[in-house]
C-alpha cells in the first residue's frame, strides 16, 4: 500500500532507503552500513586475514613515512585533513613519524561517524598530549563545501586512505576529485590509496572472508532498516553476494533474496515485494590501475606527482598536485 499522499521524509535516509527499495533493480547505498554496529564490523573487516588492503597500505605507510613526511612538510607548518579517518590506524604512523621529526602541523580527522571521531581522538590526545587535533563529523560532501568557503594560506595535506573512494563510479570520483581539487591552492597536497586490480579470487575473498565479518556488513544494512524504519527484514532470508569483474575493475555487492516475500517498513507506510532471487545492489568497491588513475586525475584537473606501492603492487598510495 503506497502512501497516494505526498511523501514527507525526515532524513536523507529515509528518502533513499525508499527511492532504492522501489527502484528497479532495487538498491541501497553503502554510506548507510556504518551505524554504531556497522563502524564496530568494519573495524573486525580490517582484522581479517582475507582483507589485505589495510595491511597493505600500513606496509606502504611505514615502509615510505621518511620520504612522506619529507614532501609533507612545510617551514610555515600544514594542516593534515584526513577525509573518513576511522580509528587512524595507519594515520597513527605518519603522525608519529610527524612528532619525531619535529614538524609543525595540525590533524584534522573527519569522519561521518561522532562516535569513530571520538574514540579517534581520546586514543591521540592519550599517546600523545602535545599533537594539536581538531576533529570535525560530517559527509566528505559538506567538509569540502567548508574547505572552499574558508581559504587558508597554509598549505593543507589532505588524506584519503584506505581506497575509501573506491565506493564511488568513475564520474562520481571525478566529481569528488575536482571538489578536492577546487579546495587546493599550488602548494597543496592530495594523498590518496586505491587498491589496484590483482587476481580475482584474492578480491573476492577480500569481500567473502571465511569468518562472515563482511556478510554481516552488508547485512547490517536490513537490520539498521529495521531499527530505524520498524521494518521487518529476516536478513536470513537474503545472500551475501559479491562480484568481481576483472574487465571494469568493479566489484560489487548485492543481498539477494532467497525466496518470494513481502516485507513492510512501517515508518515508510511502504511494502516491497521480492521476487525469488531478486537482489538489492548495496555497494561497489572498485579498483584501480595507473592508467585509470592518470585518467580520474586528469579528468579532475589534477596530477600525480609521486607514488607508493607494496612489494607485489597490490595497492598504491598516490600523491596529486593542482
Ligand atoms: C571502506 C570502502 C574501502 O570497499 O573495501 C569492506 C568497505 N566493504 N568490505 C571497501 C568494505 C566490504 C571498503 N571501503
Redesign the pocket.
Known sequence: MKTTTALHFKNTFEKEVYEGLTAFPKRLS?KW?YDKKGDKL?QQ?MDLPE?Y?TGCEFQIIDQYKNEIATLFQESKGFDLIEL?AGDGKKTKILLEEFLKQQLDFTYKPIDISQNMLEELEGAILKKWPEINIKVKQGTYFEILEKLNNQPSDRKKVILVL???I??LTHPQAIDFLKNIRNSMAEQDLLFMGL?QKKDPEKILK??NDSQGV?EA??KNILHRINKELAGDFDPETFKHWPTYDPETGT?K?FLVSTKSQQVTLKNLNLQINFEPWESIHT???QKYDDDVVNWLAQEAGLKVVTQFTDAQSQFTDYIFKT
Do not use: P, R
Open positions: 553503502s552500513f568494519f573487516i582483507y588492503l573518513g584506505g581506497s575509501n573506491g565506493n587498491d577480500a569481500y563482511t556488513f552488508n566489484t555487492s555497494e561497489i568497491s
